[in-house]
């Protein structure tokens, strides 16, 4: 099974990412770190419903990486947006047999933290972003036990596609989270809406 593990928002620059977010939300975001496999770093944010939300961008003190980097941000451009969604499991083997879009199994670590992602060789994010990443976490320690639960809470996160039937068809046996919805659309978009101090705000 899968269980939607956290969000991430791209931008151009994490301190244009960190503004834009914290504008958006009226809460702080906490210093994460360095993905050197990728050239990328982030900051993030606790909620209280055990989910957490991420910043992620080029890292630019951070040599350029021997591949292309992950959630697609060689090609990110403009304002800082919802990127990808990531949804964790136990069986990251088997969730990719069922979805060989989301990649090949790299292995991380950073500090205590140990993890197995599925990426696209090409560091696109699957199905442009219909599809969530894949992550297994092999060890005791979450990021999100690590941080400060904000008054935040995930009401809806919208996956528009143009083929969001089918992509919900075949989620559907692997992942039962009503907040997730699927809807029809002429290109693919992300969108989620949070209860937060300033009210229900969409992003």
């Known amino acids: ?35 050197a496999r990728y050239g990328t770093h ?48 136990n069986a990251l083997d088997a969730m990719k047999a069922a979805m060989p879009e989301v990649g090949e199994t790299v292995a991380l670590a950073r500090g205590d933290l140990a993890w197995r992602m599925a990426v696209p060789a090409s560091g696109a994010l699957p199905l442009d972003g219909g599809l969530p990443s894949l992550i297994q976490w092999d060890c005791e320690a979450h990021p999100a036990q690590r941080l400060t639960p ?9 996956i528009r596609h143009p083929h969001a039937a089918e992509i919900e068809h075949r989620l559907a046996p692997l992942l039962n989270d009503p907040r997730i919805r699927f809807e029809p659309a002429a290109a693919p978009v992300l969108s989620a809406t949070f209860q937060t101090p300033k009210g229900r705000v969409t992003l």
């Open 150 to 158: 904000q008054t935040l809470r995930l009401d809806a996160l919208f």
């Open 42 to 89: 982030n900051l993030l944010m606790g909620m209280e419903d055990g989910l957490y939300l991420e910043v992620i961008a080029i890292d630019p003190a951070a040599p350029a990486p021997a591949t292309p980097r992950w959630f697609d941000l060689d090609n990110f451009v403009g304002a800082p947006r919802l990127a990808n969604w990531i949804a964790r499991t």
């Open 1 to 35: 099974m899968l269980i939607v593990d956290h969000l991430a928002f791209a931008a151009s620059s994490l301190e244009e990412g960190r503004t834009w977010l914290e504008e958006k939300l009226g809460l702080p975001l906490q210093a994460g770190g360095q993905h």
